[in-house]
């Protein structure tokens, strides 16, 4: 089992930048294949960005594609996402998530998931 915990998040202006933090605790944190989802009110949570647990392949969603990048470092056993660019609609509630499973852009094949950061983007 691993914990998740994220920061980072805050409001910024459109345009700006925010970097999310993921630390996991527990078991091996190489063993796993991460992600980053996002949820804003009244909508589904959706995929953002995925990083395999070598760190060498990373997935993101179209929204987020050029402005977003995700990376971990193994030996600090964290996960981080950069944000740049926002926009208003980048404004939800962000969880990272873990799983055992190969990468995949599916919420429901993450086994793991933190508690969620909000980041608000204003216009």
């Known amino acids: 089992q691993v914990q998740l915990v994220e920061s980072g998040g805050g409001l910024v202006q459109a345009g700006g930048s925010l970097r999310l933090s993921c630390a996991a605790s527990g078991q091996t944190f190489i063993s796993y294949v991460m992600g980053w989802f996002r949820q804003a009110p009244g909508k589904v949570r959706e995929f953002v960005a995925a990083i395999s647990w070598t760190g060498r392949s990373t997935y993101y969603a179209d929204s987020v594609k050029g402005r977003f990048t995700i990376s971990r470092d193994n030996a600090k056993n964290t996960m981080y996402l950069r944000m740049n660019s926002l926009k208003p609609e980048d404004t939800a509630v962000y969880y990272c998530?873990?799983?055992?499973?190969?990468?995949?852009?599916?919420?429901?094949?993450?086994?793991?998931w933190g508690q969620g950061t909000q980041v608000t983007v204003s216009s």
């Open positions: 998530a873990a799983t055992m499973e190969i990468v995949t852009v599916t919420p429901d094949e993450y086994h793991y």
